[in-house]
């Protein structure tokens, strides 16, 4: 059993930054061997993608409404995905989830494996 625990959310203001980070675990679970990814939900809402990071070669996605103010990256030696979020905007306010898919998982979350609870990001004004 894979487990992720993500942290990092809180309320924030327009323009502000938050990083957010997942630690994952598990008996068996080589954290080098797949993507991760980051995603989030609003309530009545879809999931949305919103970045990747490969497990070799440091290969990065970013779905269009982040793309340029945040950046995902990972720690294999603390089995740690972070997303890095700038310039946030009241329309970023979600829960956000990371994600572990095969090494070439893209932007579907049919995808991903395993999900982590979540961490609830505000953006006021």
């Known amino acids: 059993q894979v487990q992720l625990v993500e942290s990092g959310g809180g309320l924030v203001q327009a323009g502000g930054s938050l990083r957010l980070s997942c630690v994952v675990s598990?008996?068996?679970?080589?954290?080098?061997?797949?993507?991760m990814a980051w995603f989030r939900q609003a309530p009545g809402k879809e999931r949305e993608f919103l970045a990747s990071?490969?497990?070799?070669?440091?290969?990065?996605y970013y779905a269009d409404s982040v793309k340029g103010r945040s950046t995902i990256s990972r720690d294999n030696a603390k089995n740690t995905v972070y997303l890095q979020m700038n310039s946030l905007k009241p329309e970023d306010t979600a829960v956000y989830y990371c994600?572990?898919?095969?090494?070439?998982?893209?932007?579907?979350?049919?995808?991903?494996?395993?999900w982590g609870q979540g961490t609830q990001v505000t953006v006021s004004s």
């Open positions: 990071i490969r497990s070799s070669a440091g290969i990065t």
């Open positions: 598990g008996r068996t679970f080589i954290f080098s061997s797949y993507a």
């Open positions: 994600a572990v898919g095969r090494v070439l998982a893209g932007d579907s979350a049919d995808a991903y494996h395993a």
